[in-house]
């Protein structure tokens, strides 16, 4: 019971110091950005974003080695198994650094085409070079210097990396915007990203050892050690193809959209996608907070307990996903046009299948978290088979019916092997239950959040305007309205629902 306690509270923390940062960076990155637009150009912010993209590519050689470094960690950290620990890590630190010299070698392949991938520009190519170079360098110190805070994360102290980068993130952008306003200077600017990322390094390796003084990886003992755990290599492989299928749709489905449909179509899609993405993103950053003690509930070994958790989970995630839907379905066009003007509508249908869209992504995060902490990876078709489907049916119904084609065509994939295989797999291996149970479960789950649906969406509206701003809060009245309902219907029908909400109760009171 002490062991649960200490995971609730863990997650709570996590979730916590995720969300306060995720509104301190969003505030200051609305300043920030208007700031560098207005001093530095819209050039060189579209430069640097060019830079940081390609680099992202090469991080692709990271290959999913962290991932499965983590999920490894699990079971000797809930065993307090010191001696494995710093053998596992040690292993990481080796592999990273093989990483690490492929990455700078790639690195400095791809520097000797920067004048023809920038052949017309304004700026002069020292700039260029000394902008690339330093967010190489960037990128390569997470690889030689801060491998170790994969720990952090295995062992549910995430807050601790989200906290220190964070803070070093925001100390560094003010310091950017002050320069930026009385130098001007490109040099300074990137100078000032380079130090922050060698500061953080220094500071976070500080933490670790603080937080484990008995770790001492030898990145040398690493190569010796690598054969002893074979399974890294095996979850890797696994994790790397999953990897670059979800990639290569994520990549391949804005070019989907752009060859469907005209130019001014993707400019409206794109601010729906603006918003949508910001609320995902913070919801992911309260429900992600989980993982880890997902993994250590896994460890631990206690089916009864597992399968609760899950359920528990479940519900809430389900829960959530159903607010954050209607919240976008009835906020959304009300919020552009406000913004924007009512000429950026998009067809209902199309908002429509991007709640769907949200939905499904949402609800199956459990599933996904309890996949990852069993290492249920060998199911490396699904991502193949998933990408092949999605680029048939966009095609196919996009050459029909344009964006709306491309959007169900991605949508059907996703529920296909997202909605309907990852259950079946968890459930079939993992569990070693009936699907049946999911199926149960997730229909009378739907079932609780749509009816109150049904009745907040046809309430009138309370005041009477016209005005956008009027429409918006009429909007957000009807989101209270609705989370209220939808709360009181699941913890009235599902115990799984009460029984976290109770826990979280306890937890808090602590």
């Known amino acids: 019971m002490p062991q649960q306690e200490s995971r609730v509270k863990k997650s709570l923390l996590n979730a916590r110091v995720n969300l306060i940062f995720y509104f301190l960076t969003l505030i200051l990155s609305f300043f920030s950005r208007k700031i560098f637009l207005d001093t530095l150009g819209a050039d060189f912010v579209g430069l640097t974003g060019t830079l940081q993209n390609l680099l992202g590519f090469l991080n692709l050689a990271e290959l999913g080695i962290g991932s499965a470094i983590g999920y490894v960690l699990y079971k000797p950290l809930f065993e307090h198994d010191e001696e494995k620990i710093n053998e596992i890590i040690s292993v990481f630190g080796y592999l990273y650094r093989w990483i690490g010299f492929i990455i700078l070698g790639a690195g400095i392949v791809l520097a000797c085409f920067l004048p023809l991938i920038f052949p017309n520009t304004e700026f002069e190519m020292g700039i260029i070079f000394f902008a690339y170079f330093s967010f190489l360098a960037s990128s390569l110190i997470g690889y030689f210097a801060n491998y170790k805070q994969t720990l952090l994360g295995a062992d549910q102290k995430n807050y601790v990396v989200t906290a220190y980068f964070q803070t070093a993130t925001i100390i560094k952008t003010l310091i950017q915007m002050a320069s930026a306003y009385y130098t001007g200077s490109y040099y300074l600017w990137v100078a000032i990203e380079l130090t922050f990322g060698i500061i953080y390094s220094f500071i976070l390796n500080w933490k670790i050892n603080q937080v484990y003084p008995w770790l001492r990886s030898e990145v040398r003992q690493g190569k010796q050690l690598f054969k002893k755990y074979p399974e890294v290599m095996v979850k890797t492989k696994q994790l790397f193809v999953h990897k670059i299928g979800v990639f290569a749709q994520w990549q391949t489905v804005p070019f989907l959209i752009y060859s469907f449909s005209n130019l001014q179509m993707v400019d409206f899609y794109g601010n729906y996608t603006i918003i949508t993405d910001k609320i995902s993103l913070l919801v992911n950053n309260l429900t992600e907070s989980t993982t880890a003690g997902v993994g250590s509930l896994i460890a631990e070994g206690n089916k009864r307990n597992i399968l609760k958790n899950y359920w528990e989970l479940f519900y809430v995630r389900l829960y959530i996903a159903a607010v954050v839907v209607f919240s976008i ?20 249908s199309i908002l429509i299948i991007l709640c769907i869209n949200i939905f499904i992504n949402q609800t199956n995060g459990t599933t996904g978290q309890f996949i990852f902490g069993y290492g249920m990876f060998n199911d490396t078709w699904v991502p193949i088979a998933q990408f092949v489907t999605c680029i048939l049916l966009s095609c196919l119904l996009g050459f029909y019916y344009g964006l709306l084609g491309v ?8 529920l296909i092997y997202i ?11 993992g569990f070693r239950l009936n699907v049946l149970q999911y199926v149960y479960n997730l229909g009378k789950g739907i079932t609780l959040l749509f009816v109150p649906i049904l009745l907040v969406i046809f309430i009138p509206d309370f005041i009477h305007d016209g005005a956008s701003y009027i429409d918006c809060i009429n909007a957000l009245i009807k989101i209270v309205i609705y989370s209220v309902i939808s709360f009181l219907s699941m913890i009235s029908f599902s115990k799984y629902m009460r029984s976290f909400v109770l826990r979280i109760i306890k937890s808090i009171l602590k």
Not at 419 to 429: C, G, H, I, T, V
């Open 329 to 348: 379905f009835v906020f959304i066009e009300p919020f552009i046009s406000l913004w924007l003007g009512t000429q950026y509508i998009l067809p209902k």
């Open 407 to 414: 959007l169900v065509g991605n949508t059907l994939s996703l």
């Open 419 to 429: 909605y309907m295989w990852k259950p079946y797999f968890l459930f079939r291996w």
